[in-house]
């Protein structure tokens, strides 16, 4: 509820998405079911993104569980992540998005099924409409939460079959100033000196 209502205080760091999606891929992979298998692909040098690790990882795993779900006859669930400018055209922006165009994280999570229906498409994101048997409904409203308080987006569509139901979120890159330091040129004729200092874990 908190997630859905955008009010989770979230805990933003400089997140490596590949790291998440590998991590659900290990908890999730394994106990789907039905001949449905849980692919990643993640693109190289894939920029870090500022987004609490946990609530990106509770939004992918409510995406998996409803995509694995929908897919009765089985097929590929697939999650990709790559970095790709802000469209225009989504089906949620988040007030505090950037101009589109923005350049960002993009992840993607495919599944291959019936997709949507019409119905279900006019109220992706309306808490407690679900249209399964034993669904509860907030799987999508709590992803919307997520980007809500992470500055973030969301498209959902249906893809050309046997692609079903495509969900495609976009993250805001980190600008850490530490994440440059790695980018700074090297200087091997100065000489170097390196104070390693031992305190708290909190500290370091």
Request: no cysteine; proline share 11%; charged share 20%.
């Amino acid at each position: 509820l908190l997630a859905f209502t955008g009010t989770a205080h979230p805990r933003p760091e400089a997140v490596d998405v590949g790291e998440v999606v590998a991590q659900v891929q290990e908890l999730y992979g394994p106990r789907l079911s039905h001949g449905v298998a849980l692919e990643v692909r993640v693109a190289e040098g894939l920029p870090r993104a500022e987004v609490d690790p946990t609530q990106l990882q509770q939004a992918l795993m409510n995406l998996v569980v409803n995509g694995a779900e929908s897919m009765r006859h089985g097929g590929v669930l697939r999650i990709t992540a790559r970095g790709a400018p802000l469209p225009t055209d989504v089906t949620y922006l988040s007030p505090t998005a950037p101009e589109p165009g923005t350049e960002m994280i993009e992840v993607r999570v495919t599944a291959q099924g019936p997709g949507f229906t019409p119905r279900a498409l006019a109220r992706l994101f309306e808490p407690f409409f679900t249209e399964k048997p034993d669904g509860h409904g907030m799987g999508l409203p709590a992803v919307r939460g997520m980007l809500a308080s992470h500055g973030g987006a969301a498209l959902v569509t249906n893809g050309a079959p046997p692609t079903g139901a495509v969900i495609t979120l976009w993250l805001p890159r980190s600008a850490r100033p530490e994440l440059q330091l790695a980018t700074q040129p090297r200087d091997a004729t100065l000489p170097r000196r390196v104070w390693i200092l031992d305190d708290p874990e909190p500290v370091l």
